[in-house]
């Protein structure tokens, strides 16, 4: 079972990484000082959870994940693409981020389907609850920021 709980652990690491590395892409390609804070904020989040998920690999004695996942490396390889062509409004940016915690919510969320030990699961817990949080504030901001463009 612990091979099993360190695999699904490595892969919450490689999301968060994504989450990371995106956040960190995106506020550089925002417009507006407020954007680029929130963004700067969850990328954050994503690092302190990718800490802390390689921290309870370790314990649990296994080799926690380094990096992200190559689907998160071409998303960032598209994002590049994007920002290469032309300056994106801060809702475009913002709508891109969404995606990216649409699918960090899917990946947590199948997470805790699995059998995990009580204390890996408290801790997924509640970094899920922290990407549901980072979703719904960038959901607010894209809202706020596509009101705006209107």
């Given at each position: 079972?612990?091979?099993?709980?360190?695999?699904?652990?490595?892969?919450?690491?490689?999301?968060?990484?994504?989450?990371?590395?995106?956040?960190m892409k995106t506020a550089e390609d925002a417009n507006h000082a407020s954007v680029k804070e929130a963004l700067l904020e969850s990328a954050d989040r994503c690092t302190q959870g990718a800490r802390e998920l390689q921290d309870l690999v370790l314990k649990l004695g296994?080799?926690?994940?380094?990096?992200?996942?190559?689907?998160?490396?071409?998303?960032?390889?598209?994002?590049?693409?994007?920002?290469?062509?032309?300056?994106?409004?801060?809702?475009?940016?913002?709508?891109?981020?969404?995606?990216?915690?649409?699918?960090?919510?899917?990946?947590?969320?199948?997470?805790?389907?699995?059998?995990?030990?009580?204390?890996?699961?408290?801790?997924?817990?509640?970094?899920?609850?922290?990407?549901?949080?980072?979703?719904?504030?960038?959901?607010?901001?894209?809202?706020?920021?596509?009101?705006?463009?209107?």
């Open positions: 079972m612990t091979t099993n709980v360190i695999a699904v652990l490595n892969d919450l690491i490689e999301t968060s990484k994504d989450g990371e590395r995106a956040f296994g080799k926690p994940e380094g990096g992200g996942s190559v689907a998160g490396a071409l998303h960032r390889g598209w994002l590049d693409v994007k920002s290469a062509v032309g300056s994106r409004a801060d809702h475009a940016i913002l709508a891109d981020c969404e995606k990216g915690e649409d699918a960090a919510k899917q990946r947590f969320h199948e997470a805790l389907e699995k059998d995990l030990p009580a204390d890996v699961r408290a801790v997924v817990e509640r970094l899920y609850h922290g990407v549901l949080q980072n979703h719904d504030r960038i959901r607010a901001m894209r809202d706020q920021y596509a009101a705006m463009k209107a």
